[in-house]
Antibody, heavy 127, light 107 residues
């Protein structure tokens, strides 16, 4: 069974940094595009970032561009999200998700769906 | 960015009811529309992808359809385990955007 297990969440002050990790298993991680999706408490879902499988092209939501960096270690089957200059509005449950289907171009992926989702790791930005 | 709206925002239904949830995109997204189910305290789960393809393992009472920029999720014969929040999501182009959700609860 495909599994995604996030870690690294916690309480951080505004302006601080945090690195999230996602350990993947039971699928060919290196060829899969991966994403982070977040959900603020009691709110809806927001796509944050994607990294493609082979060429590792990255894509970001405008709300995190320049502050967050997505990366992967295919030898360790692990996805990362480095979050810098955190703001109160970044408070959310961060889900690691595998992208399935579709295709990616230098500017965007198209026609994909998210499956499965990890259980999430909670990030709280507060003083 | 492509905006996604859903209606209704919530509904009350009984076991056995037929339930319909609508999602509308602010522009053409072809058939690149996915549906997810989220239960309290749990991660979302994929139900339908590319408008009408049923994900493996999802009961056949769930179905999806499309008409232009309007997409519909139908649950034919609501079961107790179907009480949850349902989100649509477009993957025509990034940023991938989600609808605000439709909460289905027990009447």
């Amino acid at each position: 069974e495909v599994q995604l297990l996030e870690s690294g969440g916690g309480l951080v002050q505004p302006g601080g940094s945090l690195r999230l990790s996602c350990a993947a298993s039971e699928f060919t991680f290196s060829s899969s595009a991966m994403s982070w999706v977040r959900q603020a408490p009691g709110k809806g879902l927001e796509w944050v970032s994607t990294i493609s499988g082979s060429v590792e092209t990255t894509y970001y939501a405008d709300s995190v561009k320049g502050r967050f960096a997505i990366s992967r270690d295919n030898s360790e089957n692990t996805l990362y999200l480095q979050m810098n200059n955190l703001r109160a509005e970044d408070t959310a449950l961060y889900y690691c998700v595998r992208e399935v289907g579709g295709y990616c171009t230098p500017t965007s992926c198209h026609g994909i769906w998210f499956d499965p989702w990890g259980q999430g790791t909670l990030v709280i930005v507060s003083s | 960015d492509i905006q996604m709206t859903q209606s209704p925002s919530s509904l009350s239904a009984s076991v056995g009811d037929r339930v319909t949830i609508t999602c509308r995109a602010s522009q053409s997204i072809a058939s690149y529309l996915n549906w997810y189910q989220q239960k309290p305290g749990k991660a979302p789960k994929l139900l339908i992808y590319v408008a009408s393809s049923l994900q493996n393992g999802v009961p056949s009472r769930f179905s999806g359809s499309e008409s232009g920029t309007d997409f519909t999720l139908t649950i034919s014969g609501l079961q107790p385990e179907d009480f949850a929040t349902y989100f649509c999501q477009q993957s025509y182009s990034s940023p991938f955007t989600f609808g605000p959700g439709t909460k289905v609860d027990i009447k």
